[in-house]
C-alpha cells in the first residue's frame, strides 16, 4: 500500500512539473478533440516499429484484453487492441476492429463497458474510424416508386443501455467516421453497464460489401466532479490520460462535454462541423427511421447559433413553400398515400434571404445561411421516415456552425 502510494506521489510529481512546462496551453482552448493526449487512445508504434497500436496505460491495455507491443508517452506502452468480447471499466475505453478479410465469415463483437464510478453519469462514443457496410432498400421494381427507407440490414451498430427505461439508442452503419454519440447513465441502478455491439456481415455470401472497420473511444463522463467527490476516479484518470493539471482538469473537461439531457450529439465547441448520419461524404444515404438531437453549447453569452449547409439534399413531401414546413410533414397525414417525412428541424430559423421556417427538407438549406434563435436550448432535431421515393435525393447533410452572441442586429447574425 505505501508502496502504490509512493507511485501517485511520484506521478503527480511528475505531472506536476509537466504542467510548468506546458501553461501556455489550456484544454478548453485545443478544444474536446485533443483531451487525452499523453497516453490515450492516440495511435502508435510497437517496438518492431511496423505493428500498429493505441498508446494506452498497462492496466487499460489488459483490462480492455489487449497486448502490449511496445512503449508510449508517459509510463504508457502500445497496446495493440482488437479483442471481440471486452468487459471494461475504464474512464477511457478504446475498441477496434479484429483483422477482417474479404473472406470473413460474418462476427458479433460486444464491447460491455461498466461504469468506472459513482459519479459517471454519461458516456461519449467517438467514433475515430467507423466504416461498415452502408444501409440499403429493397431492390427497385418497375412502376413502384415508394421503397422502404434505407436501414441497416448487412452491418449493425447498436449501443444498447442495460438498464431498464433508458433511451432507445439508433442502430447505425455505413459511414460515419468523426461522428460521435452520447449514452446517458445512471450508477443508482443495478445494471451498471453499457454494451456496444458489432454485427458484421458475412463477407463470403456478399463479397461486394465493403471491409468493416472502425476505432470507437468511450469517455466516461463525470457529473457533479467537485474535486472531493472526482478524487474516486483519480488513480485511473492519471496513469491513463496524464491531465495538464492534475484534479481540476479532468473534472473540468468532464465538465466541458456533459450533454444537456436528451442529446443523442453534442458539440461544446464555439464552432465546427456537424453532418447526417452515413453522410458518406456527399453521397449518402441517410438512415431511415431516426429521430434525434444534435445540440450545441449555449453559454450564458450565446443567444443562437448559425448554420452553414456545405451541402444539403432530403427527401419531401411537396414543394410549394420552397421545402419548408408544411412541404416536409403534414398534419393529418394523408390516408392511402405515404408521404415523405424526412426533414431537420431547427428551432426559430430564419435564412440570410429572409426566409422563415422550422421544418427543412428537400434541398432548402443547401446554399443557405441559416440563423437558428430559440430560447432555450440550442439543437437541431433530425427526423426520418421509412419511406424512399424514385428520384429524390436522400443523401443528408453536413453543416459548419458558429454559435452567436449577437441576435438582434441582421448585420451581425449575417456577416
Ligand atoms: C409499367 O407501366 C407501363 C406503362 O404504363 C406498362 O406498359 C408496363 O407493363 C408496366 N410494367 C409492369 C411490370 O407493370
Ligand atoms: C437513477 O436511478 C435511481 C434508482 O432507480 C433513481 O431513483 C434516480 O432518480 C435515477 N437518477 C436519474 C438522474 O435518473
Ligand atoms: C444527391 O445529392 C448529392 C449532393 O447534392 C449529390 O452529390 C448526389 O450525386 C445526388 N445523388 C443523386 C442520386 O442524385
Request: hydrophobic share 30%; charged share 15%.
Amino acid at each position: 500500500m505505501a508502496v502504490k502510494l509512493k507511485f501517485i506521489l511520484l506521478i503527480i510529481a511528475a505531472v506536476g512539473s509537466g504542467t510548468a512546462m506546458d501553461t501556455h496551453r489550456t484544454p478548453r482552448q485545443n478544444g474536446p478533440a485533443l483531451i487525452f493526449t499523453a497516453g490515450n487512445g492516440e495511435q502508435c508504434l510497437g517496438s518492431d516499429r511496423s505493428t500498429g497500436g493505441v498508446c494506452l496505460s498497462r492496466n487499460q491495455c489488459n483490462t480492455q484484453g489487449g497486448k502490449a507491443i511496445g512503449f508510449c508517452g508517459v509510463f504508457a506502452t502500445c497496446c495493440s487492441l482488437n479483442a471481440c468480447d471486452v468487459r471494461t471499466n475504464t474512464k477511457v475505453a478504446v475498441f477496434i476492429n479484429p483483422p477482417l478479410n474479404r473472406e470473413s465469415s460474418g462476427l458479433e463483437c460486444s464491447y460491455n463497458v461498466e461504469i468506472n464510478n459513482n459519479n459517471v453519469c454519461q458516456m461519449r462514443i467517438d467514433f475515430e474510424t467507423f466504416n461498415l457496410a452502408p444501409p440499403t432498400t429493397v431492390e427497385a421494381v418497375e412502376n413502384v416508386t415508394s421503397r422502404p427507407g434505407y436501414s441497416c440490414r448487412n452491418d449493425i451498430f447498436q449501443v444498447t443501455n442495460l438498464q431498464a427505461n433508458s433511451d432507445i439508442l439508433p442502430p447505425l452503419c455505413g459511414d460515419n467516421n468523426g461522428q460521435h454519440m452520447y449514452v446517458r447513465v445512471n450508477a443508482s441502478t443495478n445494471s451498471r453497464s453499457i454494451r456496444i455491439n458489432f454485427k458484421i456481415a458475412d463477407r463470403n455470401t456478399q463479397p461486394n460489401l465493403p471491409q468493416a472497420t472502425w476505432k470507437i473511444k468511450v469517455t466516461q463522463l463525470e457529473c457533479f466532479n467537485t474535486l472531493g467527490k472526482y478524487r474516486d476516479g483519480f488513480l485511473e484518470a492519471i496513469t491513463s490520460s496524464l491531465p495538464s493539471t492534475p484534479l481540476s482538469s479532468s473534472a473540468d473537461r468532464d465538465e466541458y462535454l456533459i450533454a444537456p439531457p436528451g442529446c443523442l450529439q453534442y458539440y461544446p465547441d464555439r464552432t465546427g462541423a456537424f453532418e447526417s448520419f452515413n453522410y458518406n461524404r456527399g453521397a449518402g444515404p441517410y438512415i431511415a427511421n431516426l429521430a434525434y438531437a444534435t445540440c450545441f453549447k449555449k453559454t450564458p453569452d450565446v443567444c443562437g447559433i448559425k448554420l452553414t449547409a456545405a451541402s444539403f439534399e432530403m427527401a419531401f413531401r411537396d414543394d410549394t413553400n420552397m421545402y419548408l414546413d408544411t412541404d416536409c410533414q403534414t398534419n393529418p397525414v394523408v390516408q392511402g398515400s405515404s408521404q415523405s417525412e424526412d426533414y431537420l428541424f431547427i428551432p426559430e430559423a430564419e435564412t440570410a434571404d429572409g426566409l422563415r421556417g422550422s421544418k427543412y427538407c428537400g434541398s432548402s438549406a443547401s446554399d443557405q445561411i441559416i440563423a437558428s434563435t430559440p430560447p432555450g436550448p440550442l439543437y437541431v432535431h433530425f427526423h426520418s421516415d421509412n419511406l424512399v421515393t424514385t428520384d429524390i435525393n436522400e443523401s443528408g447533410y453536413r453543416f459548419n456552425y458558429n454559435v452567436l452572441n449577437n441576435c438582434y442586429l441582421r448585420t451581425n447574425t449575417f456577416p
